[in-house]
């Protein structure tokens, strides 16, 4: 009898399968195969390996404090939680809060002091004023009225020519331009008289001038102190509205004896140029009192077509002086 084949190849196939599925078991078993990315620990068993637990503390009151890295906090469960990149930002809001708080503790002893805040206040009523108000409110308005006399002291021919008597009154804007210094100007409405009496060969003569007008001074002003003397200078322009004027003549000689009376015979010009001279003194911010002196360079007879021979060469630079008041708002 033959006795039957039997082959080895079969048994050492399946014995090698069977040792490659006992390697593959464990190694899944432990979670260690290639791009799991989970570490080596052979001294952990089960689902657990390769987890991360927060640390637990045993106190359980909220606390926080500061280390070298971060800011620590542990809540009421006892979980402590790190934030880091937060020291130098709460490090320099506390040292801002502890700056503001000593500025306004500076300011507040500044200004319970009653003296100093007075001053402060009025030292810079002006500026908080041009500040607050704006530009245009820094410009003051008020009126001014005066009165006074005019005076013939320039010119040809002055002898005879008598004081007069000034009456103005108008409104008044001033600029100031720094600490001391300030630009005025005002619109004034002027009635004005002149008087004129002298003798010739053969008659006596009477004369008789007056004239409404409008005055427009404007002048730089210099104060010496805020509440206190002040000095102006600038220019003056008298526009004539309306004027009338009379000559009075008397004949006495041996042949003839009359009056004579005549009117507007002897007109004055229409505008007169002058200089302005201001002194006065503040009283307060809204009342002051000026002395004002204006001298016109222009003839205030019109030579061209004046009628009376007694008065044809004549020059009157007038001169005129007023006591006025000002009313600043």
């Known amino acids: 009898m033959f006795a039957p084949k039997f082959s080895h190849k079969p048994i050492l196939t399946i014995a090698m399968a069977i040792a490659l599925g006992g390697f593959c078991s464990i190694a899944f078993a432990q979670g260690v195969f290639e791009g799991s990315g989970e570490e080596d620990n052979s001294g952990c068993v089960g689902d657990g390996c390769g987890m991360e637990f927060n640390e637990v503390s045993n106190s359980t009151d909220d606390t926080q404090s ?13 979980v402590k939680t790190v934030v880091y990149g937060t020291d130098s930002t709460a490090q320099d809001s506390v040292a801002q809060d502890s700056t503001k708080a000593a500025d306004s503790t500076k300011v507040t002893e500044f200004f319970d002091d009653e003296d100093t805040r007075a ?13 607050k108000e704006g530009f245009s409110k820094s410009i003051q308005f008020g009126f001014r009225a005066g009165a006074g006399a005019n005076m013939n002291i320039l010119g040809n021919h002055t002898d005879g020519w008598n004081v007069g008597f000034d009456l ?34 053969y008659s006596h003569n009477e004369a008789s001038i007056s004239e409404m007008l409008f005055q427009i001074p404007a002048f730089i002003q210099y104060a010496f102190d805020e509440d206190g003397f002040f000095l102006g200078l600038g220019a003056n322009i008298s526009l004539k509205m309306s004027g009338e004027t009379e000559f009075k003549q008397t004949v006495d000689t041996k042949d003839k004896h009359y009056k004579d009376k005549r009117s507007n ?18 009283i307060n911010k809204n009342l002051q009192v000026d002395l004002r002196y204006v001298q016109n360079y222009t003839n205030l007879l019109d030579q061209d077509v004046i009628a009376e021979s007694t008065l044809m060469k004549t020059k009157l630079f007038t001169s005129h002086v007023t006591l006025g008041v000002t009313l600043l708002l």
Do not use: C
């Not at 500061?66 to 006892?78: K, M, P, S, Y």
């Not at 402060?120 to 500040?131: D, G, H, K, L």
């Open 66 to 78: 500061d280390n070298a890295n971060g800011v620590e906090t542990v809540d009421e469960n006892g």
């Open 168 to 201: 103005e009154a108008g409104a008044i804007a001033k600029l100031p331009i720094g600490n001391d210094f300030s630009v005025a100007a005002g619109l004034d409405f002027s009635y004005r008289t002149y008087s004129y009496e002298g003798d010739n060969d």
């Open 119 to 131: 001053n402060y206040v009025q030292e810079n009523a002006s500026e908080y004023r041009a500040r």
């Open 265 to 282: 015979t002897m007109p004055t010009v229409g505008v007169e140029l002058g200089s302005l001279l201001n002194i006065g003194y503040v």
